[in-house]
């Protein structure tokens, strides 16, 4: 089974990309974003989901609810968000706590919920949170995220051969 998704980078235990390229929010329109969240309330993915869904929904005028869908490695999550519509709409937490879009979701609606990122990470009081939590936040784009991913996973995908684990 395969996911597609647009990367759009948030935060990560180790890393956070981001770009800053301005577009309309009220493209996005009014509905609210659903940020899929790929484990139980509480869990580290759950706390990045709820630190930048304020400042995601501030930034677009729009409400941000947190789903927490608790399963085997997060296959309900993403299932769920491979099969959205491309329209801003939903959003995964992922790899390193990156925050992802369907595939097919345009690049103006990426750009302005990566903008709505890199703003909520410039706040001094935010950095400091983060930095309490033991993580820490580095600038990138999600070019470089998808360039990552493009070298990570066959490189996943040829040790998990190599140890004879099928893909679930």
Known sequence: MRFMFRAVPLIAAACVL???VSAPAQDLGKRPVRLLVP????????FA???????????LGRNVVVDARQSVNGILSMETGARSAPDGGTLIIGNWHSLFAPRGTADQHVRVLHRAV????????????????GSEIIAGTPEALAALLGRD???YRKIMAEAGIQPQ
């Open 118 to 133: 890199v703003g909520i990470f410039a706040k001094q009081e935010m950095r400091d949170l983060v930095a309490a939590r």
């Open 153 to 155: 996973i066959p490189r």
């Open 18 to 20: 981001a770009v800053s």
């Open 39 to 46: 484990s139980p309330p509480g869990g580290p993915s759950d």
């Open 49 to 59: 989901g709820r630190l930048v869904a304020p400042g995601i929904g501030e930034a």
